[in-house]
């Protein structure tokens, strides 16, 4: 079982590290007949990439994506897609320092545990430069899920440390600034408080919400391949991430079953606290995810670690850093969302075909 | 790619049905030479069981698990381990009434959009009847990392409702009580709470905490078989789960990366805001996690719903059921958290080897 | 990866040894809607069972296959289907005195060095006993096929030993006679030759063949899961089976091009050399196996061999064996190749959905 | 379940197509700490390549290999291993007049009917050149094989067409001609064979057979995770392969018991009809392996075909092609075989540890 791949019946397997010549994956299964670009997949590839603002990493990568293999006359063959992106702005030497040391809150620690030995550059395998790749693949599964069923998926930054961002809830502004926030009464604090930490030489965590519309009802299956564990899952396994929710999510602790089911009449539910998933499967309503990315570790304010021989050291990480990593990750998220819904989607095809059964539906 | 089983190279699958003539599970790749009987099994279980306290559902079953293949004279072969319980104590009829309509909440309505059909005594499929197969797979898991590495895995309940439980944690208490709760000086007032609960006819939502400690570093993998990333999925494939948080969980989003970071010197780490998991792969310190409950639905209080017809209807759950399903998770949390762990530690040897790198450990 | 698991979106997982309780099976990913009864099923094992004549074994099973999952009402509902037979004429004891020895050719020896350990009642799990589980499984997915395809699948006794069965071919013997002879002129030879054998204590090897017919074109894919590649796989792991052929198979070897490529005009392919499969997918012509079967290693001929402390000793193998393992593998060749026909149309259907592309075709 | 991936906890996913930009492969799950230079891996992929004699297809690959990732300082990582060979010496408009044909013999059809379009350049993703990537990967495998265990690998052209190989054995040969062939005096013979049916426009089958010495008993498992049927699986996936044999083979069919049983003494077994696999785990005896490659269909000897729109049609195929794959297919088959064993090995690992049981052992 793959350790660099994820998916049921629609198979990303990534590779590549920050430093390394290149990062690339490979989409298997993904349906033929769809008109692919790789000018459309490098249009994602810009949304995630470093270097947008003052706000996020200063590398900037040209994102040149070439499709090595699965699309013919522009169209997906049905035979793997292989995508590769080649790093240019890779700027090694700032962590030869790093080389012997641990940085706290990293996977150095735990890489060099497991392999003895670790590619130290830029974080190596570690590094959310593998995020690029997911982005890629989720822009192909965004608009197939787009063509096909009219799925709209929609990403955007929940709260930014402290600060609450999406009171107010206007969809249209999420890409108008560098935070994908979607107040755009909430903007300039936003600012205010990135260029504040960034004097500080600090980072902060942030929560990323996302929600899929136009989810048919019956996708997701018993018991393990439950929708909302393989969300759950495909969150996870982002960068930094700490948790994650479906619908009411840490809410529904406090929550009596009253208040939390989602009574129904003919003309629909009365409530998603379900955020859309019922026993696993999907219910016809928005699927909704919230996640929790933590503040990344790589600050230039030294700290106290230990050298790869066990010795205490200081530790300062220069290198180019994002001071909040959950800003990046709203296309991350949306990536992942997209995905995992047409791999259920494919997997629900396979055992119950395209033709939903004859029921009255409800949405 | 399976629907109802999880694991990389140690497999789960469970099958059976609430009210059918059995539940059971087939466990394949577990280790050889391991002593089992089905005396130790039945006696996880137990601790999972129904009708143990008047705060749960009044079902009771034997539970009197058969072990049909996989040991021989009382070891483990290396074969798959199949178990079998059958049911002895289902009411099939209590749900007759419910047979047409979709209960609020449920996986009535999902199931029946996805497959057409839907076994609906008991809630079929979708019943927490499956999790006792957790408890009795991770009942061997928890058994084999104990007994190789020291491990020792802990579950509790850390909230029930807006109930705190665990400001004062006496781990000796927690299997003193129905609630599997660490403070004692809580019980009464949890006892108080859920007899209220049950007078009203509600229900409500849980917090179940867990922690393994011993866990050596270097377990789990980049990127898509992070350990954290396993446990995510395992944690929300369980019945109500609405939210998973690997150590500090949904806190680092107001957190700064000098609050987050856990410094480390030659005495170990400063502090385990990451929950023991750096990059995915284990650090050596306890893997902790935090799991939400939602309330259950099945609901004496009458609801608002839809018949399979598409009509309105109101709906009354009768049958036996949990107040609080999150009580009863516990056993299933810690199994899980047995079985992700097991699991990567054979992952790990796989690709590794048995004898870790030599490099100056930390714990 | 699971050891005691197949397919690729269908998962058969079985469990059980010839001597333990019980042996069993779990069909994960199977059509919900489909009628299944326990009489059909044991129908199928009975084909396959021991004790129908005197040239098998003659343990003789109830195989009262009980339906613990998955079927409500007398239909799949898509949930797992789980199966299991509880073994009745297990006599163990024969097997006492090889406990401490290794049969030649038998599985003894490589569980003994691969487990440290192993269950040696009659092979444990390495026995055939294990393929009435296939049997079962086959039945549904044949019953599938057949119903929504037309598809028909039908196996045969090729050679017995020196014997050729198969030059006058009437299907509609296949079932009249102990051996799936489809000559009947050639029945009482292998009568003949059986008893003969069994007098000597010797037994033979044999040579299954199989053909599917009505399988659509663009069943299978490139390139690692080739239909053929997977039929191999299948094939292979059934127990004494030593090679496997699609179509042509080693007569290809000694062939010129222009002899093995089947032409094609539009009322269809002018042969049949490549047995269904080019590329790795179907074509619409019937798809042609042929497996070969070792003779058993099960004799009361003496034998040298080592004991588990490595001294020499000679071994004579009583309990009851099948002189000729080939003939009973009929019906399990058969299963195999329907399961493996159903899970790669449920595959196909997952990535390029049930509508095939308007292009002509031809048969 | 991936279609373009194989191996249970080493996996190898390739992508590209003859004429595409690149092909490429990601191997995941490999051990760390290897040394691996792309030098080492040219050399592998040449052994393989078109152009070395008159007898192969003329396409001149320079099969410059770059290594994307995995790989730190010459040394494997832990992390997925990317190689990328871009095509240089691919001519498409070779295969213009056939973009609308389909050659028999071919996947055309079945790619077409399968995904309703196709890249009809070169055969696109079912041509032969996507199996340089398994040769690669297996280069890995075999050193990681070789250093570890003193596995040595070796494969040869066993038949010709009707013309036997390997009657007499010098394995010094094999890499001595162009023909893999293991007698030096039957050279001569295959080269005026080959030289006659190049003039003529035909082309001829063969038989390829390998072996690997030095497995350690106990690599395989039960029941579908058998080491043979993997082989199998592994061998009828490469392009053009219609049969494969694990030791005696399609031999053991007229074989009896008392002849196909390989005996024991204390000093090792008395033959190796099992072709060193016992239950499907294997022995500690060589591995071996025979495998039927098909003549191949791209003839420019005329055939009858159907084009897209269903009329007859007269096809001739140009290019560049081999008049007998199976020669080039000896590397393939060695890959083939070390990817599996390394694979099987890793999959023991997991379970059952490094260190064998403390049993007598024979070889």
Redesign the interface.
């Known amino acids: 079982?793959?350790?660099?791949?994820?998916g049921?019946?629609l198979?990303?397997?990534?590779?590549?590290?920050s430093h390394?010549?290149?990062?690339?994956c490979?989409i298997?299964?993904?349906?033929?007949?769809v008109a692919v670009t790789p000018e459309e997949i490098r249009a994602s590839l810009l949304r995630r990439a470093t270097g947008r603002s003052r706000h996020t990493s200063q590398r900037r990568e040209k994102e040149d994506v070439?499709?090595?293999?699965?699309v013919?006359d522009g169209?997906t063959?049905?035979?793997?897609?292989?995508l590769?992106v080649y790093n240019t702005d890779a700027k090694s030497k700032d962590y030869t320092r790093i080389a012997a040391q641990?940085r706290?809150?990293?996977?150095d620690?735990?890489?060099?545990?497991?392999?003895?030995?670790?590619?130290w550059?830029g974080g190596?395998?570690?590094s959310a430069r593998?995020t690029a790749m997911r982005v890629a693949a989720g822009a192909l599964a965004a608009k197939y899920l787009d063509q096909k069923f009219g799925i709209r998926i929609t990403g955007w930054l929940g709260?930014l440390?402290?600060l609450e961002c999406d009171a107010n809830f206007v969809p249209e502004s999420i890409d108008d600034n560098p935070f994908f926030c979607p107040d755009p009464a909430r903007v300039s604090a936003l600012e205010d408080y990135m260029d504040a930490l960034r004097k500080e030489g600090?980072?902060?965590?942030?929560?990323v919400r996302a929600s899929a519309s136009g989810v048919p009802?019956?996708?997701?299956?018993?018991?393990?391949?439950?929708l909302?564990?393989?969300?759950?899952?495909?969150?996870?396994?982002i960068?930094a991430?700490?948790?994650?929710?479906?619908?009411?999510?840490?809410d529904?602790?406090?929550?009596?079953?009253?208040?939390?089911?989602?009574?129904?009449?003919?003309d629909g539910f009365?409530g998603n606290?379900?955020?859309g998933?019922?026993?696993?499967?999907?219910?016809?309503q928005p699927v909704t995810v919230a996640v929790?990315?933590?503040?990344?570790?790589?600050?230039r304010?030294p700290?106290?670690?230990?050298d790869?021989?066990?010795?205490?050291a200081e530790i300062v990480t220069t290198g180019r850093h994002d001071p909040c990593v959950?800003i990046r990750a709203v296309p991350i998220v949306e990536a992942m969302l997209a995905l995992v819904l047409l791999d259920h989607y494919?997997?629900?095809?396979?055992?119950?075909?395209?033709?939903?059964?004859?029921?009255?539906?409800?949405e």
Not at 66 to 70: D, F, M
Not at 77 to 82: D, K, M, S
Not at 346 to 362: E, K, N, S
């Open positions: 079982m793959s350790f660099n791949r994820f049921r019946v198979n990303i397997t990534t590779f590549g590290e390394g010549p290149a990062i690339g490979v298997d299964g993904f349906p033929p007949g070439q499709v090595l293999s699965g013919f169209t063959t049905g035979t793997p897609i292989a590769v641990f706290p809150g990293h996977a620690y735990t890489y060099h545990h497991k392999y003895g030995l670790r590619d550059r190596g395998r570690s593998e709260r440390g402290e600090d980072s902060v965590g942030a929560l009802p019956g996708w997701g299956a018993p018991v393990y391949a439950k909302d564990a393989d969300l759950a899952a495909a969150m996870m396994s960068n991430v700490k948790g994650v929710e479906i619908g009411a999510g840490f529904s602790v406090a929550q009596k079953g009253t208040e939390h089911r989602d009574e129904m009449t003919p009365l606290q379900a955020g998933v019922l026993g696993g499967i999907s219910s016809g929790a990315f933590k503040p990344t570790s790589s600050l304010l700290g106290r670690t230990v790869v021989d066990g010795n205490p959950g494919l997997l629900h095809r396979a055992q119950c075909g395209d033709v939903p059964p004859q029921t009255p539906r409800i």
